[in-house]
């Protein structure tokens, strides 16, 4: 039996503290496993097989992105369900979810089989990594069905309030990942189409264990392969919550690819000093990452509770821990930058720029600490279109147009261009407080006029979930 919470009773500090570290491990987990498919090709493989990857990687990431976004709408599902207490139907929404997700999975896959030659040509790849970068794509393409399973068990015990599950998961993988990365590219030389087999065997292990867990009754509510259909009703609400975010998360990840070109076209040192501050500022993140994830389920359980005191508190505890995580590694990426650059680069010029670019982002860190959380709470309460307007605001109005201005002004600096995120964020956390003080305000209740006749008596009445004061015989 996994191990479950109900959120909507008790303490919130430490109940939802413990629950956002397993998903920070599984989410630092998951990014290192990356990184070592790119570090045992670097070292026992050509080029070709590194550019391979690399691109392949960043195309897979991106469709990744998006299945994760679609799969919140089955965590906020699922946790207003059971916050509902209404368990009955809690095996519908996961049934339906794995239906919807086939589906998807299978058109992803046959897109990416068949476009892995475009995909290639579109983003430029280099002549000699153009064979490998299409194998890696094809054969990661061929592994998809198990990418979109993990993250929909992931978003399953999430919604549920099971945090270690996902972490177990993400550990076997790992371990299959770098043991298959050592077998077939240091040992029998597949370079990148090794490395796409060992990242695909370790996501399909992660999916046997999570069905394993599945079949041991390790949900609290009935399941079986009978739930697994298409019903029009959930597959329309999974997507009425998810669709957003994945949109958002798409078009985001699509502005940072901007601000890179910018920084790009100023030279090779900006360039590489930029690629190695978002190798770094991609571990950074999945602080306030995490802390966003543990308030969406917090806040579903909440809201289907009917709990909204709770879920706002939730909010506020989560922007607490999630600050001061922030504080520890804003102050580190700020100072002392350049140490952390070094972990990935020795020259001392792109050192330099990385560091200069990580002081922008160690600012964007502790902001981050209030607006991850933010999105989380609008997220549990099923308003992902707001997440996705004001994403995309701060992208596209903000991150885009600063950067490109702060690359104009000389001498060019990749602090001040690095400062766009940053400016993006503070005007996203301006949006996110005023419509969380518009939604409070709707959900205040009216105001009560005193009886006009003070020597009538008084009673207490019920209306629409509200208590009045009403003179007896005139309610």
Do not use: H
Request: positive net charge.
């Amino acid at each position: 039996m996994t191990r479950t919470n109900d959120f909507t009773s008790g303490s919130i500090f430490m109940p939802l503290l413990r629950f956002s570290l397993p998903i920070l491990a599984a989410l630092i987990l998951q990014t290192a496993y990356g990184a070592v498919d790119l570090w045992m090709v670097s070292t026992y493989a050509t080029a070709a097989d590194v550019s391979a990857v690399s691109t392949g990687s960043q195309l897979l990431n991106t469709i990744t992105q998006i299945l994760v976004g679609l799969t919140t709408g089955t965590t906020v599902l699922l946790g207003q369900t059971l916050g509902q207490r209404k368990s009955e139907e809690a095996g519908t929404v996961i049934g339906g979810s794995i239906a919807l997700f086939g589906v998807l999975a299978a058109g992803l896959t046959l897109f990416t089989v068949c476009g892995a030659n475009m995909m290639s040509v579109i983003t430029q790849v280099p002549a000699e990594a153009f064979v490998p970068t299409v194998v890696y794509i094809r054969t990661c393409g061929v592994g998809l069905v198990f990418i979109t399973a993990y993250n929909v068990f992931g978003s399953i015990f999430r919604g549920i309030g099971d945090s270690e599950t996902p972490l177990l998961t993400v550990f076997i993988a790992c371990i299959v990942n770098i043991v298959g990365d050592y077998v077939l590219v240091a040992v029998l030389g597949l370079g990148a189409f090794g490395a796409a087999i060992a990242t695909m065997a370790a996501q399909g292990i992660s999916v046997l264990v999570s069905l394993s867990v599945v079949r041991r009754g390790g949900l609290p509510f009935s399941f079986s392969g009978k739930d697994i259909i298409l019903r029009s009703r959930r597959v329309v609400q999974v997507l009425r919550m998810g669709a957003p975010v994945a949109l958002q998360s798409g078009l985001v990840s699509i502005s940072f690819l901007v601000v890179m070109s910018i920084i790009n076209s100023l030279g090779l040192v900006f360039s590489a000093g930029m690629g190695v501050a978002e190798k770094l500022c991609g571990f950074i993140m999945l602080v306030p990452t995490a802390f966003s994830q543990s308030v969406t389920t917090f806040v579903a359980q909440n809201m289907g509770a009917g709990r909204l005191d709770r879920a706002r508190r939730g909010l506020g505890q989560g922007i607490l821990a999630s600050l001061c995580f922030g504080i520890v590694i804003g102050c580190l990426a700020f100072f002392r930058g350049d140490l952390l650059a070094m972990l990935f680069n020795k020259n001392p010029e792109i050192v330099a720029a990385a560091a200069d670019y990580l002081k922008a982002y160690a600012i964007d860190t502790l902001l981050t600490s209030f607006l991850f959380p933010f999105t989380g709470y609008f997220s549990g309460m099923g308003k992902t279109g707001f997440v996705m307007v004001q994403g995309l605001i701060g992208a596209f109005c903000i991150r885009i147009p600063v950067s490109f201005l702060m690359s104009k002004i000389a001498p060019v600096s990749l602090f001040r261009i690095g400062l766009a995120t940053p400016s993006s964020t503070l005007v996203q956390i301006i949006l996110c407080s005023l419509y969380f003080f518009w939604l409070e305000k709707r959900t205040k209740p009216p105001k009560l006029s005193p009886p006009k006749n003070r020597s009538l008596p008084l009673r207490i009445c019920e209306r629409g979930g509200w208590l009045f004061l009403a003179s007896k015989g005139k309610s």
